[in-house]
């Protein structure tokens, strides 16, 4: 298993361009998101989904969209960049636990990251 | 809504010395809890976790209890070492969304 992989490693935008982060997982996992992580505001939910065609916002969706054609893939969409997207981007994958009312017990797997700077 | 906070870093501290980090969280019902650990230039990577009331999670000489009376799961190894120097973060999930919550992290840095 390559378990959760996300392309490109790094990447430098200009402001109003438009990119794709990619993630893929090879673990048959229902529930994929995405992260982004800022010094002193540690990790940030920015969407989710808990399967194919389904997806949720999180906690920061502005500027960020997202799609699930597949179980395996969960690209994240910059449209127009800002520089007050630079950060680093989490891509994360775990099956879906829906007992007891929804709170989950499975561990949670992350890809290496994104690293993003917008000028 | 469910929230974290752990204790604000750096923590710097000498080889085998015994270390705590704090983490309080605010949830309804029973969230499960959970310790991750990011070293420099990788991803984060689970330590340990614990999903109901008193139970202990355990793993590479780290332990933490899930406290319900206190809403707490403090962080604990008995003797550092330096390759234990990395960002921890606290982290929850609960209720009907599934959503992983994280605390802001904590970097600790273990000097020989």
């Known amino acids: 298993n390559a378990g959760v992989t996300q392309t490109p490693k790094f990447q430098v935008l200009k402001t109003g361009q438009s990119m794709t982060l990619q993630c893929a997982q090879d673990?048959?996992?229902?529930?994929m998101s995405w992260y982004r992580q800022d010094p002193g505001m540690g990790l940030r939910l920015i969407h989710y989904?808990?399967?194919?065609?389904?997806?949720d916002q999180g906690e920061v969706p502005n500027g960020y969209n997202v799609s699930r054609s597949t179980t395996e893939d969960f690209p994240l969409r910059l449209l127009s960049a800002a520089p007050s997207q630079t950060s680093v981007y989490f891509c994360?994958?775990?099956?879906?636990?829906?007992?007891?009312?929804?709170?989950?017990?499975?561990?949670?797997?992350f890809g290496p990251g994104t690293r993003l700077t917008v000028l | 809504g469910n929230s974290v906070t752990q204790m604000e870093g750096p923590v710097t501290l000498s080889e085998e010395a015994f270390l705590t980090i704090n983490c309080t969280y605010t949830a309804t019902g029973y969230p499960s809890l959970f310790w991750y650990v990011q070293y420099p230039g990788e991803g984060l990577q689970l330590l340990l976790k614990a999903t109901k009331a008193d139970d202990k999670g355990s793993n590479k000489g780290f332990e933490a209890t899930y406290r319900k009376e206190t809403t707490s799961f403090h962080l604990e190894k008995g003797s550092v070492q330096v390759s234990d120097s990395a960002v921890y973060f606290c982290?929850?999930?609960?209720?009907?969304?599934?959503?992983?919550?994280f605390g802001t992290g904590t970097l600790l840095a273990v000097q020989p």
């Open positions: 989904s808990v399967g194919a065609g389904i997806t």
């Open positions: 994360a994958s775990r099956p879906l636990t829906l007992a007891g009312g929804g709170g989950g017990t499975d561990t949670q797997y």
């Open positions: 982290a929850l999930v609960g209720g009907a969304t599934n959503k992983l919550i």
């Open positions: 673990m048959n996992h229902e529930y």
